[in-house]
């Protein structure tokens, strides 16, 4: 633990808030550049392995993303009971992308990021993240705007997936959390169809943009269900979203889930599993509070104020 | 946001592992001194409030203290169905006393820090921590090691809880994390009575005391139940173990523990409720399956490496 | 050198720019507070002892404001044949005095600090820098605007000290920079009377206020010069510039200061004698350049951008 | 100065002690490897554009490189009536060269770095240092133990210059700060040559290297020189020392330096001249008195404490 320990002398500071910092030893900056739309940098850490980081913020990283991935994907996906076509908004690394083809119902899958050059550069120096999913047949990767493309388009999907950076000013994911936007991925649900949505952090004291994202699904869908898990390279707990119009992810027990996974799913999963799944969605008690007292709606008119 | 903000100008660095560090800022730095066991820091941080830290570790914030100590207390103090007796080891800012001392049916309270200096400055500096606790007849605090008392004490407990500083080299508490000190512990309950201890970082790789104390404790009880919650201040997840002779946390429901915190304690806790404890005892599956899998006993012989 | 010693935990944050940060390890704060005027604290590092915050910047650190005072009040000292009457504007923590006050031909100085509560904070807490001057009989503290007194009296001085923090928004000493202030201070020197003005960092690339101070000086006095030291609390390297009718501080040689010092000073100086003070007038070529390129003039109408 | 931009979130710390660390914000790593001999970093930092790193420590910045390597190189070539040969121990990143090729007297200059794969790293990552001076056809540069071919070599130089990495525990430069080794040095001098040694910080309290250097050169030349200037990039003063049989550096004014850069070099020069001459010389009381009492002597039976 020596402090001049040249292995520990460049380090990558993430901002949880103005006040509390977060310092992770860098190996390696493997690749640094801005694309149209963001900063881009790989970099190496000591503790988490490779991150990507988008604008300053990790989004991935190699020790913790199965964490990550595995709670964004496999509620929806096993809630379900049999997805067959699945819209992924965002999820420019291939993880999601990878869970989502880990299911052997899935027959069609369309990833819609705007980023091409973010995609490539994760496709490049990321091969432990995609895991070469954006080589399966039942795949398709699009470089447009997801939210133009869910308007206009009149594909169906048993599970759209939201998995956006967190809206930041001048970012490029602002639209993609209001409530119009919510409207616009509710038509292109199938019947039966669930909305899982990435939700930003939710420690303590910090879960203002987690409860606005649950207000505002409420007011388009009406079954909403907040879970949680802790991901150390976002800097704490991290919130998620399930909406949908009928269908309901704690309808199920611990076992069912498990013979599920067992039935649905390739490969074995190392976070998500039955008892993985009750306890993400037994929230604690304050947060409960705070999300079902949460009234503000995000919408095109009032963004979220750090867009 | 401004970095030259002079009140960000001075900062609290903790170093979760070498190559990972959290810094807060800090408004002021009320007290600091070194007790005959220890480094004494009352800070008063921009994020969390006022904190204690010994040895230069948090111990307790002011913002997120309710989460630890409603944690540490009351799952055991549920699950046996009519604690009197209850002893805690270490718990220096009177918090733990203060959540035991909510439980109606309690009529006596032993607590052994070993640190009185630190005890009183707690007393003195941080009231919104031990809110008088203190002051409560039924509470009686002595500075012995707590070892050394249960081992020459006949008393007999219903619930006995570790609250120690985490084991650290030249540190106050390495020997009270052996299997010999918990068979002092198991011999000082009384029938029915519950061991409850901190245990911890249970973070992703960081969890080797954790899996150390759950299996050092399976040696001790027939039953040993792990649990963990996200501190923030702690820098993620924290770990805590249940032990006992028969009684089963899980045996209740969720709503059976809303009932039995309604009918037992007083005022309103702000974390802690039935749907906490489920969401508390479901571990994510790769945490189970490090503690099923963990097999090293720390002994007074072969102590925690951190020693 | 171990990262995780306790004794270096708490770390005082000093941006010598948005891209360049200073880390000092904090022993101990030994006050922090708000005067009407700035925020002040004390604190006591490992590397540099005791220091004087405001705003948060170091003002003097005891391990080196020896080398600061010193260069600050000793130049304009000597150059001076016989120096009886000295005008102070800030030098809140009294060591300025000091230094002046072992001059044996002082017979009064009058120090004018606007700040009554960051002096008593001084005279309380840093007894090692100001060493009982404030109760010298020759000295007279005011607490009042420097320029006002200055312009409003009709007091002569043969040496003014200007020792003031530098200017920040919002903080008190912005208008104490301008061309007006320094005609008020010129009205103020008797014949033959010197000016010493402490001028903020040289450091390559990090000397725009004091080029500007420079050129502001020539606007006003005929004979100007500027000179550094290296005072490594302060981040590098500092300016001091004197001015003056006449006099010239490079008139004597190396055994000539030496000479009057031991003719004229009380006491050991550490810091400062005839070859250093050769050094610090003999600047580097680029800072040559730099300020005899300096055209920009600081007046109450334009003000230095930092105000 | 907003704390999270992007273009700030990583930074490269540098340990000045274990009390004083100093950080830079880095737009990018663009090599990052190991040596056979060292740890190789080259990072473009906001402040001062591209840096060699060697073991953690800034060994050159694009910014202030040009302070450090004239301090090393012309007072040594200027004190020299006319040097023609010119022997490098180290300097791989091909400034010193630069630097000795200016001079027109020079005809044959010797570089022995030992580690090949730095000085090709510095070769193709850092055009701006070395400006193609290892294409001038009086430069050889051999990649040896500098101390081996001194001893072993029958050639003897007008001109040593010292340009190695600091003493550090299992870095490749220990052997080369002992009195042997400076014995092997004035044996390959010509009559009437000078021996250049870069000595390490010289900042207030942390001079102990440099004045060992100091005293340890006494043992071997009648003529030694300390001399100073501030480089930001290495934290603060940093010390160099002159040693010949007789030739004085202080024998030349201020306008006999101008006149002789006028004659033997080429190009301009930014930071040296006659003036800067001066100051360098001009040492402050306290560092002589340090250099004064100084009486350790490193040999190769005791070498420096960090070796």
Chains 1, 2, 3, 4 share one sequence.
């Not at 991935?69 to 993880?95: D, N, S």
């Not at 039942?138 to 308007?151: F, I, K, N, P, T």
């Amino acid at each position: 633990m020596e402090e001049d320990d040249p292995s520990r002398h460049i380090w990558f500071r993430d901002f949880i808030d103005p006040n509390f910092v977060q310092l992770y030893a860098v190996r390696d900056v493997i690749y640094s550049g801005k694309t149209k739309f963001q900063r881009v940098d790989i970099i190496h850490t000591n503790s988490f392995g490779k991150c990507l980081v988008l604008d300053g913020k990790i989004q991935s990283s190699e020790k913790d993303e199965f964490i990550y991935h595995e709670a964004l994907v496999h509620p929806a996906m096993l809630t379900h009971p049999h997805p067959q076509t699945v819209f992924i908004a965002g999820g420019g690394e291939g993880a999601t992308l990878r869970e989502v083809l880990a299911h052997r119902s899935v027959e069609k899958v369309v990833m819609v990021d705007i980023d091409q050059e973010a995609v490539d550069i994760c496709q490049r120096f990321l091969p432990s993240l995609h895991q070469n999913s954006f080589k399966d047949n039942r795949g398709q990767v699009l470089h447009l705007d997801a939210r133009e493309y869910l308007s206009g388009s009149r594909d169906r999907f048993d599970i759209i997936i939201i998995d956006l950076t967190d809206p930041v000013e001048g970012g490029p994911s602002c639209q993609l959390y209001t409530q119009q936007f919510y409207r616009f991925a509710r038509e292109s649900l199938a019947p039966g169809g669930i909305l899982s949505v990435q939700a930003g952090s939710c420690n303590l004291g910090e879960s203002t943009i987690f409860v606005a994202i649950n207000s505002t699904l409420r007011s388009v869908f009406p079954q909403v269900f907040p879970y949680q898990t802790h991901v150390p390279s976002f800097g704490g707990l991290w919130g998620f979203v399930l909406a949908s119009q009928q269908l309901n992810p704690l309808s199920q027990s611990v076992e069912e889930v498990d013979e599920q996974i067992s039935a649905r799913v390739l490969g074995d999963l190392k976070f998500y599993d039955g008892l993985t799944h009750q306890g993400m969605f037994s929230l604690p008690r304050y947060l409960r509070q705070e999300i079902s007292q949460g009234k503000s709606i995000i919408t095109d008119e009032k963004l979220l104020s750090l867009c």
